[in-house]
């Protein structure tokens, strides 16, 4: 059973590009949670997706990202316009209402 | 937002020692999860936990699931150098959508 898929592992993006992070997660799981992680600091809550649902975005910024779980695929969490601020690990992980499991993580650098 | 309060948020120990860290919360939790993240990598689950009152073990991790369901500890015995890391608390929010709530962490370092 493999665990949860994160790709690609390192993401070097020009200002101005779109970032495009993908998590496959574990079999059988059907919820997806995104993070982020700036170094030596905490998780972040950005989104909370159930396939073809967001279930609770609070934590996602206004502008220029989204996130998208569809009923066939990885999740994705979309960033446009990338800034120098949007470098960060971005960490995926899948629950069943019992544990959580994480990816082994996107991290962004903007250049 | 829900919020985990970690601590303490760092620890410097000697190798040998034992070390505990706890989460509390103005939240009922049905569920506490332990984590350990090393550098460079995702966090990795050590211990979940599911009932009020539930002391749980793996190896030398011992975690407890508080009576009050708004609070959790996790003891490491015998600290080993590659005990370092930071570890987080979270807690899987009671009813309607469940959402995963984290601890700061604490950042973990043992000297040889």
């Known amino acids: 059973n493999a665990g949860v898929m994160q790709n690609p592992r390192h993401l070097v993006r020009r200002r101005g590009q779109e970032a495009r992070l993908r998590c496959s997660p574990m079999?059988?799981?059907?919820?997806v949670y995104w993070y982020r992680q700036l170094p030596e600091e905490g998780l972040k809550f950005m989104v909370y997706?159930?396939?073809?649902?967001?279930?609770?975005e609070s934590g996602m910024p206004k502008e220029r990202f989204s996130a998208e779980f569809p009923k066939e695929g990885p999740s994705i969490l979309r960033i446009q316009q990338v800034v120098r601020g949007d470098s960060a690990a971005y960490f995926c992980?899948?629950?069943?209402?019992?544990?959580?499991?994480f990816g082994q993580g996107t991290r962004l650098t903007v250049v | 937002g829900q919020q985990l309060n970690q601590s303490p948020q760092s620890m410097f120990i000697q190798e040998g020692e034992d070390v505990s860290m706890n989460c509390t919360s103005s939240s009922i939790f049905n569920t506490w999860l332990w984590y350990k993240q090393d550098p460079g990598e995702g966090p990795v689950l050590l211990i979940a936990?599911?009932?009020?009152?539930e002391l749980t073990s793996n190896g030398r991790l011992t975690a407890q699931f508080g009576i009050t369901r708004k609070d959790s500890f996790l003891n490491i015995s015998a600290s080993i150098p590659s005990d370092v890391g930071i570890y987080f608390c979270?807690?899987?929010?009671?009813?309607?959508?469940?959402?995963?709530?984290f601890g700061k962490g604490t950042k973990l370092t043992v000297n040889p």
């Open positions: 079999k059988g799981h059907s919820h």
């Open positions: 992980a899948s629950e069943d209402n019992t544990e959580a499991f």
């Open positions: 997706l159930q396939k073809e649902n967001i279930i609770d």
């Open positions: 936990l599911y009932k009020a009152g």
């Open positions: 979270a807690g899987l929010i009671q009813g309607g959508s469940e959402k995963l709530v």
